[in-house]
C-alpha cells in the first residue's frame, strides 16, 4: 500500500498542490461553522445563523460549476486566484460588518460562497499532466477522497482553535487568508500555469451535454442525500444515548470507515470498466447503509458507522474515473465541479428530508434514510447503464502524444494539455 502513495508523493509537484488545494480548500470546509459561530457571537439566533450558512452553501453550489467552466476556458491561474481574493473579501466584510445591517450581511455570505475556487475540480484536471500514467492518476483520485475527509475533520477543529486563541470574527479572517495562500501556491505553479483544457465545442450545456455525467450525477445526488441525512439521524440517535460523546463517536466511525477504505482502495491497480465497478461500490455502500437503522447500542452502532464508512471514499474515487470519461472534450474542470455541487445539494437535501421522518418515527426512520438513498443511488445507475456505457475513448481526453512537450506515451489520457 505505501509503495504506491509513495511513488505519487515522490512525483514532482504532487505534494505541493495537493496541500495547496487543501489549504485553499479550508474557507469552504469551515464556512458552515464559522458562519454559525460568528452570527452566535454578534447575537443573532441559530436560525438567522443556519440561513446565513444555508446562503452560503446554496451560492456555493451554483458558482462551482460556473467557475469550473470559466476554468476550461481560461486557465486556472486567471480564474482560481481572482474567485478566492473575491471570495475572502467576502468573509472579510461579514466578519467586519458583523450581522447589522442583515441584507449587507448576507450580500457579503453570498459573495463569499458565488466566488469560492474551484480548486477540487481544478486539482483532478491537473492530475493527469503531473502524474503521467493513469494507474497513478487512479491513486491520486482515491487520495484526494482520504484528504478530504482528514481535511473536514481537522477544520473544524483549526476554527476552534482560531476563535479560542483570536475571536470569532477573527477565525473567519485567518481561515480565509489561509486559503488565498493555498490558492496562490497552486496557481503559481508550473503544472497549473502550464494546463490548458482540450479544444472544446461550443455548447450553452457544457458538461451537462452528457448523459453518462447526468446519470452520475442523478446517482451521487442520492448519495448525498445519504451522507447528510445520517448526520442529523446521529443527532437524534445521541440524544437518547449518551449525548455529544456517542454522536462524535459516529461521525468519527464514518470518517474512520472512509478513511481505511479510500487508502485501501487507492493501493490498489483496478481492472476492468470502471462504471461497473462504480455500480459494485455503490451497491456496496448502500448495503452499509441499511443496518444502521437497526440503531443497536452505542458500542455497536460505531462499529457499524465505520462499516458504513468505509465505501464512501472508493465509490467517489471512482466516480472521479468515470467524470473524466464522460465529461465531453474541453470540460473536465466543470464536470468535476459539477459533481461537487451535486453532492453539496444532496447533503443538503438530506439534512431537510430527515427532519419530519425523524419526528414521525424516531432515530430508526431517520437512519431508513441513507438506506433508501443509497438504494435509490443504485437504482439510478442500474437504470441508466446505457447512458453510462464505457466510451470507446474517454470524452475528454486528449493522447499523451499529441501535447505532451516531452512526447512520453506512458499515459493512457490526460483531461488537459501543456501549453
Known amino acids: ?9 515522490r512525483a514532482r509537484h504532487a505534494v505541493r498542490l495537493l496541500v495547496g488545494t487543501l489549504v485553499g480548500r479550508l474557507p469552504n470546509a469551515t464556512a458552515h461553522i464559522a458562519i454559525v459561530l460568528f452570527t452566535r457571537a454578534e447575537g443573532g439566533s441559530y436560525t438567522l445563523a443556519g440561513v446565513l450558512a444555508t446562503v452560503y452553501g446554496l451560492a456555493t453550489a451554483v458558482g462551482q460549476p460556473l467557475l469550473g467552466r470559466a476554468v476550461d476556458l481560461l486557465g486556472q491561474p486567471r480564474v482560481i486566484l481572482p474567485s478566492a481574493v473575491v471570495s475572502a473579501l467576502g468573509m472579510a466584510a461579514f466578519a467586519l460588518v458583523g450581522i447589522d445591517p442583515l441584507p449587507l450581511a448576507a ?7 458565488l466566488f469560492t475556487p474551484p480548486l477540487e475540480g481544478g486539482l483532478r484536471a491537473l492530475w493527469p499532466s ?29 476554527v476552534t482553535l482560531a476563535v479560542a486563541v483570536w475571536s470569532e470574527a477573527g477565525a473567519l479572517l485567518v481561515v480565509n487568508v489561509l486559503g488565498v495562500l493555498g490558492a496562490l501556491s497552486v496557481v503559481v505553479s508550473a503544472p497549473s500555469r502550464a494546463w490548458r483544457s482540450a479544444p472544446r465545442e461550443a455548447h450553452w450545456l457544457g458538461a451537462l451535454r452528457s448523459s453518462g455525467l447526468l446519470a452520475l450525477l442523478g446517482s451521487f445526488l442520492f448519495v448525498g442525500i445519504a451522507l447528510g441525512s445520517i448526520t442529523v439521524a446521529a443527532v437524534a440517535y445521541a440524544d ?26 487507492g493501493a ?4 476492468g470498466e470502471p462504471e461497473r465497478r462504480l455500480r459494485v461500490l455503490i451497491g456496496l455502500l448502500a448495503l452499509g447503509y441499511l443496518p444502521l437503522a437497526a440503531v443497536p447500542g452505542p458500542v455497536a452502532m460505531t462499529v457499524l458507522a465505520c462499516v458504513a464508512g468505509v465505501f464512501l471514499a472508493p465509490a467517489l474515487s471512482c466516480a472521479f474515473v468515470v467524470v473524466d470519461r464522460h465529461a465531453p472534450r474541453g470540460t473536465v474542470t466543470e464536470a468535476f465541479s459539477w459533481l ?9 437535501l438530506g439534512t431537510a428530508v430527515v427532519g419530519p421522518v425523524i419526528e414521525g418515527a424516531g432515530a430508526a426512520g431517520g437512519f431508513a434514510v441513507p438506506g433508501a438513498a443509497g438504494l435509490a443511488a443504485l437504482l439510478v445507475l442500474l437504470l441508466t447503464k446505457r447512458a453510462l456505457a464505457p466510451p470507446r475513448a474517454p470524452v475528454g481526453a486528449v493522447p499523451l502524444a499529441e501535447n505532451d512537450r516531452n ?7 490526460r483531461t488537459g494539455h501543456q501549453a
Open 240 to 265: 437518547g444515548n449518551g449525548g455529544d460523546l456517542v454522536y462524535a463517536l459516529i461521525m468519527s466511525g464514518i470518517g474512520f470507515g472512509a478513511l481505511v477504505g479510500g487508502l485501501t482502495y
Open 130 to 158: 503531473v502524474l503521467k500514467r493513469e494507474d497513478r492518476v487512479h491513486t491520486a483520485y482515491a487520495l484526494d477522497s482520504v484528504a478530504q475527509e482528514v481535511m473536514f475533520t481537522v477544520g473544524p477543529l483549526l
Open 1 to 9: 500500500m505505501a509503495t504506491g502513495y509513495g511513488e505519487l508523493l
Open 407 to 413: 512526447g512520453t506515451p506512458e499515459a493512457g489520457f
Open 340 to 348: 461537487v455541487t451535486t453532492f453539496g445539494v444532496g447533503a443538503a
Open 268 to 271: 490498489r491497480q483496478w481492472t
Open 107 to 113: 450580500a457579503a455570505v453570498l459573495v463569499a460562497g
